[in-house]
């Protein structure tokens, strides 16, 4: 059963950075499709970004194009997600999550990380 610990979250102003990290442990990580989703205060949690098992292609909201990058290393098992150019409407808690295959829909993933707070300020 692989557990997921998300890090990287913080308080940043409006355009800043941020870098977010997802540990792997137990299960096979390098088999797992893997996605970002987040969870503003009285919204659905929604996707944000997802990475193949080789790391090759990747996905990703329109909300966040050209702003995140998702990566992974599978050695490391580790999960990454680069945040640039940040809003305000970025404010959520940023959950990692494992798939058997690509998808964008959270009842697809069998595995969650605990969350971690990424708040934007003006």
């Known amino acids: 059963q692989v557990q997921l610990v998300e890090s990287g979250g913080g308080l940043v102003q409006a355009g800043g950075s941020l870098r977010l990290s997802c540990s792997a442990s137990?299960?096979?990580?390098?088999?797992?499709?893997m996605g970002w989703f987040r969870q503003a205060p009285g919204k659905e949690r929604g996707f944000v970004a997802g990475v193949s098992a080789s790391g090759y292609r990747t996905s990703y909201a329109d909300s966040v194009k050209g702003r995140f990058t998702i990566s992974r290393d599978n050695a490391k098992l580790t999960l990454d997600l680069q945040l640039n150019g940040l809003q305000p409407e970025d404010t959520a808690v940023y959950y990692c999550a494992a798939a058997w295959s690509p998808s964008t829909l959270q009842s697809t993933y069998f595995a969650w990380g605990q969350g971690t707070q990424v708040t934007v300020s003006i």
């Open positions: 137990g299960g096979t990580f390098s088999s797992y499709y």
